[in-house]
């Protein structure tokens, strides 16, 4: 069988667009997610680096599309904030380096809200993919909720039995008690008494 060069041209293409559609593992997206004031984020530079583009090219394009990034969508991390997190993401030199500024914090809906400014198809495709993995994560901790109030409920019946039993060990300690006092006392003699001779 021979290729021609229109076949060979939609093979490449073919690989090309299988390459694209090869997504990041979703182990390295979650170690991009971060708590910060109460809320699972990804900083700007984390961002980036998945999307394979600079972080300074990133935050431009945010700052010129600031009307679409509300307080709940992304904020800026504070000095304060900036200097406790430090040690948390950054591990070498250049890494500090490079946290010289402090970073935006993107929420879920700050993630989504990057792929209507980022025109790469690898952006969307990428953020398609972090979509599905803080969906995961909303499953798993709502999945953990229900367990943790199920072992909740047991441990309040359990608590109840604990505080039946304490009583009826306390009930048997009094019956016990009583038990002691009456033996202690000596009793009377029943029955017929025999003349003295």
């Known amino acids: 069988m021979e290729v021609t060069n229109c076949d060979l041209h939609f093979i490449l293409n073919d690989m090309a667009k299988q390459e694209t559609a090869l997504l990041i593992a979703d182990e390295r997206i979650i170690n991009k997610i971060y708590l910060i004031r109460g809320q699972k984020v990804m900083l700007d530079r984390g961002l980036a680096a ?9 935050k431009q394009s945010v700052k010129r599309n600031m009307s679409r990034f509300p307080k709940d969508f992304m904020f800026e991390m504070t000095k304060q904030e900036l200097d406790i997190w ?13 946290l010289r500024y402090s970073p935006f914090c993107f929420t879920e809906q700050g993630v989504a809200m990057l792929s209507s ?20 994560i909303r499953q798993m901790l ?23 039993i304490e009583l009826v060990f306390q009930y048997l300690d009094e019956l016990q008690e009583k038990k002691e006092k009456k033996i202690e006392k000596p009793r009377k003699k029943i029955g017929y008494k025999l003349p003295k001779k």
Request: cysteine-free.
């Open 117 to 136: 400014i980022l025109n790469s198809e690898k952006a969307i495709k990428v953020n398609i993919q972090i979509i599905r993995v803080f969906t995961k």
């Open 142 to 164: 709502t999945d953990n909720t229900e367990l943790r109030l199920a072992v909740e409920k047991l441990e309040r019946k359990s608590d109840n039995h604990s505080k039946n």
């Open 86 to 98: 430090r040690p948390q993401f950054a591990t070498s030199i250049s890494d500090k380096m490079g």
């Open 50 to 58: 998945l999307y394979g583009t600079e972080t300074k090219v990133l």
